[in-house]
């Protein structure tokens, strides 16, 4: 019995390791994922955007040059889109999307939004400031 | 009573199962005694998850909780399901406490939560008697992107 429980916990084990190898080459390869400082944001690109992996590049570059909003953005975020914000309802307010903002954080959530089509420089700067956006939420609430 | 490794694993298994089920056909807030059901419809099988919904509903306790009050007093059945709001709207068919939302977890949090307050908005006209006004709607929804989403630059 003490066998079996041993080649089980084994197999286990192994199991276990060969998942976490297959998910953070996963993670690695699609999203942005680092072990020191530990940081794993999803990244979701606009399809057919001229530059592309520019949040991935945004991130790694934060990272160089930024550390302490690279590590704002990885305590605040778990996922950062590309995709247009907007803060009116264009039933009331026309040209909803006539102000283009750069990028959007939603209170309450892990997410940042990025407007498509943006250099991975600007979207450096705009995850910065946004990581400040979160961070202020958050602390306004202790 | 033998545990072997087996029994444990097998229960541990077990239990993640049926917390994922649960939480498919149900948002709670332990915190704050928050329970809505969430009723698998069409926009269900797009995708097995209702997270976009979960956290429009987050967005709203954090970024106006008198809103998520409101909700989750109200409010006991979302259906993800595509209706009269068209695709990422939301519908109120008439019945008190019961909500349609046409959503994937892909898009823009922010105006979920919009939605789910708009809808709210339509929920308390019915129970106050008061007469459909899409107009007083719009302008609460407006209300919560403004509260909710931070924009860069201002």
Redesign the interface.
Known sequence: MRNFNMDFLKFISIITIAVAVLYIGYRASYDHFAIFPYCSISIREHFGDADKNSIGKALSLLRKSNTESYRLACKYFDKIEEKRCFNADGHIYENVFSKIHKGCYVKGTKRAYLLPGETAEQNAKTLSALSQFARDFWHSRQ | MNI???KI?KLIVAVSVGVWIFSYFVYYDFETSCFIKLKPGLMSFVEFNHSNIK?GL??????TPDVYAGVCSNIDTIESDYGCGGWQGGCHYGEEGRITLSTTH?E????T??IIGHEYCHDLQLREGRSFS?EEC??F??QI?????????N
């Open positions: 072997t490794g087996k694993v956290e987050q967005a709203l306790k954090y970024g892909s823009f949090v922010g105006w939560a919009a899409e719009y302008s929804d407006s992107l403004q509260t909710i989403v931070g924009v860069y630059p």
